[in-house]
């Protein structure tokens, strides 16, 4: 008889692993045996109170670009997975891609990879992106599927002959239609805008800084709120500009749905290779406006004047014009707005069609198993 699968997930985040896995997480455990490696960043117990098992990685360095030390990374997946034995693994970002694929080919298990964007070390260009290029070529070649999240992202790794196998466009995570529901559109004279993201320069933080510093001056009844962790040296300027009452820090925010519940907008002017933006599908499935670039990964979730407003990148000055626009509409005009956001998502970006295609990809290999299984019986 057969009883399920081993199945193993990479990543290299522990927050992010279990707010957009969660319900693959979820299907997948109804019938098999589900382990995680992640590094810990405070997340681990609650990965755990699913029922997963989850191996704790401490040599996966997120932000690092030398690839010499990433083949401790390597020899580590190639380890572990030795002695799990795996039945079927599923990795997401890049160096769990890369050396999570490499590992796999090399102990011929099954595997599924997912491109959450492209990376600063491949739109920067130079040396890096070649050798990024060429260790993505290695660590895609046996793969079952590769899933993409942009079709920028899709055509630029198919134009570079780097995807030799079968591959799929996904809505992104997805969002949770359940979890993120329409919210009542804030009344009243103050105006909260949201920066909810990693704070890094790619992400916008200095043009959100920026329009915050003005825009304060100049609309005292406006707010703007930022949250998420310090990825680069962000922290001090954050809490000068919290002490002069520009801005209010929340740090990480584990519940952002009480941050959605009282923004009045949710900004987003990044120029980072994003996948799809979680931060603009959950806001939009709260029925919130939005405000971000025409960047890929971000432009799929926004209709220009519908649902919100797009901004030039790295363009202060414009996201200061975007912010008064906004500020001129009427309360009416800026709820409608965020209810057409979450109409949109309803259409286009339900959790429920990821979770179906993961299933899809984990069924072939089922089926595999079972015709083994049973021969073995014979």
Do not use: W
């Not at 309360?331 to 339900?350: I, N, P, Q, S, Y």
């Amino acid at each position: 008889m057969f009883i399920g699968l081993k199945i193993l997930f990479l990543a290299n985040n522990d927050c992010g692993f279990l707010r957009f896995r969660r319900e693959i997480l979820q299907e997948m455990m109804k019938y098999h045996s589900v382990y995680v490696s992640v590094p810990d960043t405070g997340f681990i117990d609650d990965i755990k109170a699913m029922g997963c098992r989850v191996i704790v990685n401490k040599r996966l360095d997120r932000r690092g670009t030398n690839p010499f030390k990433d083949l401790n990374l390597l020899r580590y997946y190639k380890s572990m997975m030795k002695q799990l034995k795996p039945d079927m693994v599923f990795t997401y970002t890049i160096k769990p891609n890369v050396y999570g694929g490499i590992a796999c080919g090399t102990n011929h298990i099954p595997y599924v990879a997912n491109i959450t964007g492209l990376g600063t070390a491949i739109e920067n260009g130079g040396k890096l992106q070649r050798l990024t290029l060429l260790l993505y070529k290695v660590g895609l070649s046996k793969a079952q599927k590769v899933f993409f999240q942009n079709k920028m992202n899709r055509d630029f790794m198919i134009d570079r002959h780097l995807i030799c196998g079968p591959y799929d466009l996904l809505p992104g995570s997805g969002v949770n239609l359940e979890q993120y529901k329409v919210m009542d559109y804030p009344d009243g004279d103050t105006i909260n805008f949201l920066f909810a993201a990693r704070v890094m320069k790619e992400k916008g933080i200095d043009q959100y800084l920026d329009a915050a510093e003005t825009i304060r001056e100049r609309y005292p009844e406006t707010r703007f709120h930022v949250c998420g962790i310090c990825e680069e040296d962000y922290e001090e300027r954050l809490r000068a500009y919290e002490e002069k009452g520009i801005i209010i820090y929340h740090g990480m925010v584990k519940d952002m749905t009480t941050m959605y519940r009282l923004c009045s907008c949710t900004v987003h002017p990044t120029y980072y290779s994003e996948g799809l933006s979680n931060v603009l599908l959950e806001s939009a499935a709260s029925a919130r406006p939005i405000i971000t670039t025409n960047r890929p990964g971000c432009k799929e979730v926004i209709d220009d004047g519908i649902n919100g407003y797009v901004v030039k990148k790295k363009d202060s000055e414009d996201l200061i014009r975007i912010l008064e626009q906004f500020l001129a509409l009427k309360t009416g005009e800026r709820r409608c707005m965020g209810l057409a956001g979450r109409k949109k998502v309803e259409r286009e970006f339900d959790r429920k069609i990821v979770v179906r295609k993961y299933i899809e990809e984990l069924n072939k290999v089922e089926r595999v198993c079972e015709l083994e299984e049973g021969t073995h019986g014979l």
